[in-house]
């Protein structure tokens, strides 16, 4: 559900229904990006917000996740 890519890289498994869900807001935060399987995106962490972010995307995908 978490891979660790880089130094200040997370992709994370959403499934495509919740990206598909999240679009309008992920297409505007320049710290995420799509990634080749469509189930999961990239996210950039460098700053505190943006581990607010990441948390908050990975709480999503263990709901996601979840029956």
Do not use: F, N, Y
Request: proline share 4%; hydrophobic share 45%; aromatic share 2%.
């Amino acid at each position: 559900m978490v891979r660790l890519t880089g130094e200040d890289e997370v992709c994370l498994r959403l499934t495509a229904p919740a990206i598909s869900r999240l679009q309008p807001h992920l297409r505007d935060c320049d710290q995420v990006q799509s990634c080749s399987d469509r189930a999961w995106v990239a996210v950039h962490v460098d700053a505190e917000l943006d581990l607010d972010l990441l948390l908050a995307l990975t709480s999503v995908a263990i709901k996601a996740h979840t029956p």
